[in-house]
Every structure is written in structure tokens, then in C-alpha cells.
């Protein structure tokens, strides 16, 4: 049930990230301990909720939209794949090391609790592809920098790189310049 009147964000052509917070759980010491993790599964689990997150992410390109979302795994292809079908357009994953069965482009990155490696098919983007890059959260950028170097790669154009949450103390932002950032709930 959702916490605050539905009409009151019904017509509205943005998301405010006050009605998407109380969907968002804190769940300490996960996966490592020391870890606060933001947990975005009761807001998937609230269709009205998870629908307007994603309307709020595609308004920004009503009238101009890209050729494509590359979203990130494991729940950034969930907000991608939703943000990709209320676009109309197609949805590019980026997996972990050793998931897509064709020939990849690679690049590997810092987390905050360790190493990891990203990759993306070698024809999945062509020369020019305009993209929104998507994933569920910015933490110290390390992920999303790596996916714009495999986006880089493919030749494709970054428009925006989207979030539904933002850690800003952790600065990720700063690190993915000179590329547009949106969240929609920040920390």
C-alpha cells in the first residue's frame, strides 16, 4: 500500500524523490560488513511506485529519445529493461565477467569492497548509438566508469547516466565527468 495519496503525484511530470525514499530499505553490514546497503526491492515491489521512478527517468528525454539503454547487472537491468519499454527502445546489458555468450569488450574496476569486471557485446552498440547508461545506484562511480569505457569502446554516444540513487558522499559523481548524472533519491 502506498504510504501517501496517489493523486498527489498522479499529473505531476517529475518525480519527487520524498515519495520514492520510503520504498528504499537500509540493510546494515550487507554484502560486507561496514556496508549500508540501500535495498530498492520493496520500490520494485510497488508497481504505482516503480512506475513512477521510471517515468521519472524517461520525461527527461520525451521528444529526443536515444537509440538505446545500456543498463548495468544485476538491478540496474532491472530499471534499465523498464526504462527501455516506456522509451519504446531497445536495452544493451552489461554483465559480469564470463555471462554474454559472444564476442565482449572488457574493463574491470574497484568496487568498495573489492574487484570486479564488466562486459558488453562487441556488436550490440554501433558508431554513433546515442545512450543512457542506467544502473540502480551511484556509489564511488567505479562501476559506471567502467561502463562508459565499454560504451567508449563500442563507439556509441553517452547522453545521460542514470540512477535511482545517489550516495553523495562518496563523490561518484565528480568521477564520471564530464557526462550528465540524474538520481532521483540521494544520500
Same mark, same amino acid.
Not at 526491492?41 to 527517468?57: E, M, S, V, Y
Given at each position: 500500500?502506498?504510504?501517501?495519496?496517489? #493523486?498527489?503525484?498522479?499529473?505531476?511530470?517529475? /518525480?519527487? #524523490? $520524498?515519495?520514492?525514499?520510503?520504498?528504499? !530499505?537500509?540493510?546494515?553490514?550487507?554484502?560486507?560488513?561496514?556496508? =549500508?546497503?540501500? &535495498?530498492?526491492?520493496?520500490?520494485?515491489?510497488?508497481?504505482?511506485?516503480?512506475?513512477?521512478?521510471?517515468?521519472?527517468?524517461?520525461? !527527461?528525454?520525451?521528444?529526443?529519445?536515444?537509440?538505446? /539503454?545500456?543498463? @548495468?547487472?544485476? !538491478? +540496474? $537491468? @532491472?530499471?534499465?529493461?523498464?526504462?527501455?519499454?516506456? =522509451?519504446?527502445?531497445? /536495452?544493451?546489458?552489461?554483465?559480469?565477467?564470463?555471462?554474454?555468450?559472444?564476442?565482449?569488450? %572488457?574493463?574491470?574496476? %574497484?568496487?568498495?569492497? +573489492?574487484? &570486479?569486471?564488466?562486459?558488453?557485446?562487441?556488436?550490440?552498440?554501433?558508431?554513433?548509438?546515442?545512450? @543512457?547508461?542506467?544502473?540502480?545506484?551511484?556509489?564511488? +562511480?567505479? %562501476?559506471?566508469?567502467?561502463? /562508459?569505457? $565499454? @560504451?567508449?569502446?563500442?563507439?556509441?554516444?553517452?547522453?545521460? =547516466?542514470?540512477?535511482?540513487?545517489?550516495?553523495?558522499?562518496?563523490?561518484?559523481?565528480?568521477?564520471?565527468?564530464?557526462?550528465?548524472?540524474?538520481?532521483?533519491?540521494?544520500?
Amino acid at each position: 500500500m502506498c504510504p501517501f495519496p496517489e #493523486s498527489s503525484l498522479a499529473h505531476q511530470a517529475k /518525480v519527487d #524523490s $520524498l515519495h520514492l525514499a520510503p520504498y528504499i !530499505r537500509d540493510i546494515p553490514n550487507f554484502p560486507v560488513t561496514g556496508i =549500508l546497503f540501500r &535495498d530498492i526491492t520493496p520500490l520494485l515491489q510497488d508497481g504505482p511506485t516503480f512506475h513512477r521512478a521510471i517515468q521519472g527517468l524517461a520525461l !527527461r528525454h520525451q521528444g529526443r529519445k536515444p537509440d538505446a /539503454v545500456v543498463a @548495468i547487472e544485476s !538491478r +540496474g $537491468l @532491472i530499471v534499465g529493461a523498464a526504462l527501455a519499454y516506456e =522509451l519504446g527502445i531497445g /536495452v544493451v546489458p552489461v554483465r559480469k565477467a564470463g555471462k554474454l555468450p559472444h564476442k565482449t569488450y %572488457t574493463a574491470s574496476y %574497484t568496487l568498495e569492497y +573489492g574487484q &570486479d569486471t564488466l562486459e558488453i557485446h562487441q556488436d550490440a552498440l554501433t558508431q554513433g548509438h546515442r545512450v @543512457i547508461l542506467v544502473d540502480d545506484l551511484l556509489a564511488t +562511480g567505479g %562501476t559506471m566508469q567502467a561502463t /562508459v569505457q $565499454l @560504451i567508449e569502446q563500442c563507439g556509441a554516444k553517452i547522453v545521460e =547516466l542514470a540512477f535511482l540513487i545517489e550516495l553523495t558522499a562518496l563523490k561518484g559523481r565528480q568521477r564520471l565527468t564530464p557526462h550528465p548524472v540524474i538520481s532521483l533519491v540521494q544520500y
